[in-house]
């Protein structure tokens, strides 16, 4: 596609619940970045995807975060039992392998609300 | 590991007059710096890069920004404020070489009075 999409654009669960959010990166891309972005703060990374496999997923805050990417494409990250402090806007980004010419290209977000 | 620091939360300026937001960074090597741009319920739009060459280097909507190595500092400029400027702005660093997962500042929102 022409950009990084993401859906749903948002998403209100209720606490204890699992959820699944989705990443479509620009086709091609073999990058992919997982960011939470907290109100008033900045992107913080939670987990970076070379094709198919996770090369870093320092940034998950506990066990209750999994991401996966099966065919080098698409990326769902996974929330179980999901909790207040868990509501944030989850980015996404994707990049050419060794190519930052033209930066990362981040989704436009979803706004993941637990209550 | 790698850091920026907006020091900033907040830049004020009136209309026409020069901008400036402030970024310095910590990395243990050469850095690749960004700056990215947030408007309100949208995502991260890319303004501009510093990865090597000049170091003022120039980007979308007459933004500019000099690298200074000796100082740490990527800071982000404009001759001439505009209201539209107004906005979340973001400064990231990655190391260049290695697994290239940017880091990000808290953002620093500029508020261009008319």
């Known amino acids: 596609g022409a950009g990084v999409s993401q859906t749903p654009s948002n998403k209100v669960t209720e606490k204890g619940k699992y959820v699944e959010l989705r990443c479509d990166p620009i086709s091609g891309h073999t990058a992919l970045y997982w960011y939470r972005q907290s109100l008033g703060q900045g992107p913080e990374f939670l987990i970076y995807f070379q094709g198919t496999g996770a090369a870093d997923d320092s940034g998950l805050p506990n066990d209750r975060f999994f991401a996966v990417r099966p065919e080098g494409s698409v990326s769902t990250l996974k929330i179980q039992r999901t909790e207040r402090g868990d509501s944030a806007v989850y980015l996404c980004?994707?990049?050419?392998?060794?190519?930052?010419?033209?930066?990362?290209?981040f989704g436009s977000g979803t706004r993941l609300t637990v209550v | 590991a790698q850091s920026v620091a907006q020091p900033e939360d907040q830049v004020n300026v009136a209309e026409g007059n020069p901008l400036t937001v402030k970024c310095t960074y910590s990395v243990s090597g050469n850095p690749y710096l960004f700056w990215y741009v947030q408007y309100p319920n949208r995502g991260l739009q890319f303004l501009l890069k510093?990865?090597?060459?000049?170091?003022l280097v120039k980007g979308s909507y007459g933004f500019e920004a000099e690298f200074n190595k000796s100082q740490t500092s990527f800071h982000l400029k404009k001759p001439s404020a505009l209201v539209s400027d107004s906005a979340l702005y973001f400064c990231?660093?990655?190391?260049?070489?290695?697994?290239?997962?940017?880091?990000f500042g808290r953002g620093t929102s500029l508020i261009v009075h008319p």
């Open positions: 510093y990865i090597t060459g000049d170091n």
């Open positions: 990231a660093v990655t190391l260049s070489g290695g697994s290239y997962i940017p880091t």
């Open positions: 980004a994707s990049s050419p392998t060794g190519d930052l010419n033209y930066g990362y290209t």
